[in-house]
């Protein structure tokens, strides 16, 4: 029987999110479904702001970066009125599939759990710190970002004899700085889960100096705290102290900080690269274009099944589904282990 199924994105914008767009449209209407995309994420479900979905609507997505469906960081269990709108205009739909990460899955799950609506979720998010899932697609891609950055950045510290400070996202899981860290190269790698200090960092840039590399790449998440040995205070630093929707402040300077801490302790002239949202923008990664599309066509099975409160997640190489409230039950970081093999190339 003919289902109505409507798709949004929610959150960040993400490289891959129109290649789930494109899966998730053609298996449905291939059923003889039809599609109706949400505008702006959550904020479209509160008012109402739908556009169909169409073989018209997703030619040409595969490479296209953003989502056609536009974004936000919206969420109606913070706005009057905004949860009874969202489960009023749901009854126009059979089926919606949520596209996002922790906190538009969070209100996925919290919709489903609490009043039954007819959810099936897709993990997203550059960070790669969703739980229940080996890999978000969009990681991928900033870690390649990430990786080039360094590898120009090399040739620049190396001819000017300079420490490279390269900061990158991530707000509680330092999962791109880890691997683009380990990819290009860094000889430190700062994350939220295992802050080292200011001085031990110096200490490392000057004994790598001592052995005669004049040049150093330092890489930092935006989410590291700035710690210091003296008391051990950890701040975050942020552009400003409003939070949005999800209760979450804007993150943004660490670099610079960290920076003008190396080149006062150590005396070694260091400069700072902030990648911020280059990251998450432009045409994914072969990869991502993949993992995004196999997890479209997976939640297009999950919604013609009947399957909701479950979410597509990748376990090894097979692409799944799981309950939705595992993908958010927590924070997936980087293990201790893991950051082990970054530490035995510090210095």
Not at 111 to 131: Q, Y
Not at 318 to 327: K, Q, R, S
């Amino acid at each position: 029987m003919p289902k109505t199924i409507a798709l949004l994105t929610g959150g960040g914008d993400c490289p891959g999110l129109n290649a789930v767009i494109r899966a998730a449209t053609r298996r449905s209407l291939d059923r003889g479904h039809r599609v109706v995309g949400v505008l702006q994420g959550w904020r479209g479900l509160v008012e109402g702001r739908y556009t169909p979905l169409e073989m018209g609507s997703i030619s040409g997505l595969l490479p296209r970066g953003g989502t056609i469906l536009r974004t936000s960081r919206t969420n109606p269990f913070k706005q009057e009125g905004g949860v009874d709108a969202v489960r009023r205009n749901l009854e126009q739909f059979d089926a919606l599939i949520a596209i996002g990460g922790e906190d538009t899955l969070g209100v996925a799950n919290r919709l489903h759990a609490e009043f039954g609506a007819p959810i099936v979720g897709v993990p997203k998010t550059i960070d790669n710190d969703l739980s229940g899932t080996d890999a978000t697609f969009g990681f991928d891609t900033a870690v390649q970002i990430g990786t080039d950055a360094i590898d120009r950045l090399h040739t620049t510290a190396e001819s000017h004899n300079r420490v490279m400070v390269v900061e990158v996202m991530g707000r509680h899981a330092g999962w791109i700085a880890m691997h683009s860290g380990l990819a290009g190269g860094a000889d430190v790698i700062l994350i939220p889960e295992f802050p080292l200090t200011v001085e031990r960092t110096a200490q490392l840039v000057q004994r790598r100096h001592g052995r005669g590399k004049d040049f150093s790449i330092v890489v930092v998440s935006e989410g590291w705290p700035l710690t210091h040995e003296e008391g051990a205070s950890r701040d975050l630093t942020t552009q400003t102290a409003e939070l949005d929707a999800f209760g979450h402040v804007r993150l943004g300077g660490i670099g610079q900080q960290l920076a003008d801490h190396l080149e006062r302790i150590t005396g070694f002239e260091t400069r700072v690269t902030t990648l911020g949202h280059v990251q998450r923008g432009g045409t994914p990664t072969a990869y991502d274009r993949v993992l995004a599309t196999r997890y479209g066509l997976l939640a297009a099975d999950l919604v013609d099944g009947g399957q909701h409160g479950t979410m597509a997640a990748l376990r090894g190489t097979e692409v799944v589904p799981v309950p939705l409230a595992e993908g958010v039950r927590e924070l997936k970081t980087v293990p201790r282990e893991f950051y082990a093999l970054a530490e035995a190339f510090f210095g």
